[in-house]
């Protein structure tokens, strides 16, 4: 398909953001990327990754530290992705290239793949959010409809009530169906793939194995199937489950916009900032535990504006933003509870179940 055009403004809204993001960097003498506090962070994260798994694989917890510690695990993991991972791939963990490389990389050590994130996420999802047909992260068709564009089945109805579980599975589908998928089609949805290296095949291909080992078959040799099994399918289904709610919050709500171009130009009605701002949602961006753990995704209107500017400095540029958006008669969406958004979300899916 050909891929849609946003509308060219002179004086565009996102350039004025820039130049007053820009001055207030300038103005502090800071740098745009992470610092020593998120350093730390992804330390405290990785340590604790590395602590969960092996007592977990080595030292065989009874029953309910299983438990336990597997439910720890899928949310360390999930943290390891918001915090280090996606900041990484994104360019704004660190002033240093390798460094930024080195935290996008975790995520194929926990058995996705950079190559395709990049793709999907940064190329795709940000330039062309909630636009049908382009942005994957809405087509979870036919299990679901996201989107009044998108065609509506029986089942959708009933959406709204097992998206838990759907969402839930994110993390075994992406690990062992959605990568390989992306990887035989060459394409992410309609999108095709640039091309991949020798290295990029190399990598897939490795770290596919290496996580296999590492999650399955070291498992079972040392503690079992069954016991495996139990803490793998606990670890996996957390993991996705807060991985999907945090992404969809973002996106799928009551309020967010659903735009497609023009049928005859192929152009969006608004310009990229506008676009990204109307398709956006933050929510719960006054707690401060909430923003540590999901790595500033709570300030998703600011990500999607500055991506490769850290997810430490959203809560400050948030204020820009806003003032901008006041001035310019933009409306700024924003749920200042989790539940307040998570109950945004499913009266979302109930809608469009049901019209």
């Known amino acids: 398909m050909s891929v849609p055009k946003f509308s060219n403004v002179q004086h565009s809204f996102h350039s004025e953001l820039k130049r007053r993001t820009n001055a207030y960097f300038e103005q502090l003498g800071k740098s745009q990327s ?6 730390l962070k992804a330390i405290i994260l990785m340590l604790a990754f590395v602590a969960v798994y092996v007592h977990l694989i080595f030292f065989t917890p009874n029953v309910y530290w299983q438990v336990a510690e597997s439910i720890l695990l899928g949310c360390i993991v999930a943290a390891i992705g918001f915090n280090v991972m996606h900041d990484g791939a994104h360019g704004s963990f660190s ?16 058995g996705g793949n950079s190559f395709m994130w990049n793709m999907k996420h940064n190329v795709i999802h940000h330039a062309f959010t909630n ?7 809405i087509d979870i068709q ?51 793939l640039k091309k991949m290296t020798l290295n990029d095949h190399l990598v897939f291909w490795g ?17 079992g199937f069954a016991s495996w099994l139990t803490s793998f399918l606990i670890f996996t289904l ?9 992404f969809q919050l973002a996106h799928t709500v009551e309020h967010t916009s659903f735009p497609m171009p023009n049928e005859v130009t192929n152009r969006m009605d608004d310009e990229w900032a506008i676009h990204q701002i109307k398709t956006t949602a933050n929510f719960a961006t006054n707690n401060k535990v ?50 307040y958004a998570v109950a945004s979300h499913v009266a979302f899916l109930k809608h469009m179940g049901n019209s």
Request: charged share 15%; with cysteine; proline share 4%.
């Open 34 to 39: 992470g610092d020593t506090a998120l350093f």
């Open 95 to 110: 002033k240093y290239k390798w460094v930024n490389g080195l935290a996008a990389f975790s995520l194929n050590i926990l």
């Open 131 to 137: 636009v049908d047909g382009v942005d994957d992260d």
């Open 142 to 192: 036919p299990w679901m409809r996201m989107s009044s564009t998108q065609k509506k089945y029986k089942l959708h109805k009933y959406q709204h009530l097992y998206f838990w579980f759907l969402y839930s599975m994110l993390y075994i589908l992406w690990i062992f169906v959605l990568d390989y998928q992306k990887y035989f089609k060459a394409k992410v949805g309609n999108m095709p």
């Open 207 to 223: 770290f596919k194995i290496f996580h296999l080992f590492l999650f399955v078959a070291l498992p079972i040799y040392m503690v």
């Open 238 to 246: 957390v993991a996705g489950f807060v991985l999907s709610i945090v």
């Open 290 to 339: 909430v923003s540590w753990l999901v790595g500033g995704l709570n300030f998703q209107i600011e990500h999607h504006l500055f991506p490769k500017i850290s997810h430490i400095h959203y809560p400050a540029i948030s204020k820009i933003i806003k003032q901008a958006c006041q001035e310019y008669g933009v409306a700024y969406i924003e749920y200042p509870r989790v539940r």
